[in-house]
């Protein structure tokens, strides 16, 4: 009895998955998408990092290599990203007793413009942004500065990544 069970919730599981076929794992929703391009994001920002711009345009291109099926071309894609970094900038977050900052903050904001070719009910132009919080103490090189901008990039691609295929 329970071999039939089983064996009958599997069935019906499977047609289940099988019959929302748009469904993705990944929760992108890339319709009848089959091309995605991804403009290099020059920044303008009045405080420079020089690898910036290549470093972000290469986070966003992986991840939607990564999450869907995608081909990335470097013309008349499907979707298209293109934009620019609009702020780099570094902020005390908190005084100690000496009224000294004990924390600063590396916030990185973009705009981005997304066209959605297939559907132009989906396209947008926003700004995203987040930061990153370390020791006034330390300087932002060396490790301490990729850790961050690692940090700050992930997030960055994940929430464009969600507000142009993400449909959480």
């Known amino acids: 009895m329970k071999k039939l069970f089983y064996t009958l919730f599997?069935?019906?599981t499977t047609i289940i998955?099988?019959?929302c076929g748009a469904y993705s794992f990944t929760g992108g929703d890339t319709g009848n998408a089959k091309t995605i391009q991804v403009d290099f994001f020059p920044n303008q920002a009045p405080l420079?990092?020089?690898t910036l711009s290549q470093k972000f345009t290469q986070e966003l291109q992986d991840l939607f290599t990564r999450q869907t099926n995608l081909t990335l071309v470097s013309s008349g894609g499907d979707l298209h990203f293109s934009g620019e970094i609009t702020d780099y900038r570094i902020t005390p977050m908190s005084?100690?007793?000496?009224q000294t900052a004990a924390q600063n903050r590396l916030t990185i904001s973009v705009n981005v413009?997304?066209?959605n070719n297939l559907d132009e009910k989906k396209n947008f132009e926003k700004r995203f942004s987040f930061y990153y919080d370390y020791g006034?103490?330390?300087q932002l090189t060396g490790g301490i500065l990729?850790?961050?901008l690692k940090d700050i990039l992930e997030r960055l691609t994940q929430d464009i990544f969600n507000a142009s295929?993400?449909?959480w």
Not at 95 to 98: G, W, Y
């Open 165 to 167: 295929v993400g449909k």
């Open 17 to 19: 998955v099988i019959s």
């Open 95 to 98: 005084a100690n007793a000496n």
């Open 48 to 50: 420079i990092e020089p």
């Open 146 to 148: 990729d850790t961050a």
């Open 136 to 138: 006034a103490t330390e």
């Open 113 to 115: 413009n997304y066209i």
């Open 10 to 12: 599997f069935i019906s």
